[in-house]
């Protein structure tokens, strides 16, 4: 079975930085492709960032991340993080972690993910 576990989260100011983990098992990284979705309250979940995790390394950003947030892998620790730096109160949301081996769903961005996680909280006042 596959299970993702996220990390990370917590309050912070505006314009402060937090570092989300997760650590997956389960999952052959050679063939999977994980990212970082969020709910904010009274919203649909939304793709922030999504990556490939085999020697391809690439990766897509929602728009309103682009320039502040990073998601980068470590495949020896079966993990994928997810840097985010100038926060913003808007981005106070339930971040997921995410997880795929389908190859139309690592190549088509954001949908159609089958593996999450519990989530983690994240608040920026």
């Known amino acids: 079975d596959v299970q993702l576990v996220e990390s990370g989260g917590g309050s912070v100011q505006t314009g402060g930085s937090l570092k989300l983990s997760c650590a997956g098992s389960?999952?052959?990284?050679?063939?999977?492709?994980m990212g970082w979705f969020r709910q904010r309250p009274g919203r649909a979940r939304e793709g922030v960032a999504v990556a490939s995790m085999d020697s391809d390394n690439s990766t897509r950003y929602a728009d309103f991340v682009k320039g502040r947030f990073t998601i980068s892998q470590d495949n020896a620790k079966n993990t994928v993080y997810l840097q985010m730096d100038s926060l913003k109160p808007e981005d106070t949301a339930m971040y997921y972690c995410?997880?795929?081996?389908?190859?139309?769903?690592?190549?088509?961005?954001?949908?159609?993910?089958?593996?999450w996680g519990q989530g983690t909280q994240v608040t920026v006042s």
């Open positions: 389960g999952v052959d990284y050679q063939h999977y492709c």
């Open positions: 995410a997880a795929d081996d389908r190859p139309w769903v690592c190549r088509g961005g954001f949908d159609g993910y089958q593996y």
